[in-house]
C-alpha cells in the first residue's frame, strides 16, 4: 500500500473524466515535491484539467 501507486480515480467512477483523475492523483504523490505545493494550486489544477464550464443554452434560464 505504501509503495504502490493508488487506482485511477476513473477506474472507479467512469464519468469522472481522465485528466480530472491525472489531477486528483497529482495532489496524492508520495513524494512531496511532486504535488502541489498549495491547496490554490491544486484547485488551478483540477480546474485546468475539467476544463472550461459548461455554458448555458440560449433558452436556459439561470435562477438569480
Do not use: C, I, N
Request: proline share 22%; aromatic share 4%; net charge negative.
Amino acid at each position: 500500500h505504501l509503495q504502490d501507486p493508488p487506482p485511477h480515480p476513473s477506474d472507479q467512477k467512469p464519468d469522472l473524466p481522465r485528466p480530472v483523475g491525472d489531477a486528483l492523483l497529482k495532489g496524492l504523490e508520495k513524494d512531496p515535491a511532486e504535488r502541489p505545493q498549495s491547496a490554490s494550486e491544486f484547485m488551478r489544477l483540477v480546474e485546468y484539467a475539467a476544463g472550461p464550464p459548461p455554458t448555458p443554452d440560449d433558452d436556459t434560464v439561470v435562477p438569480g
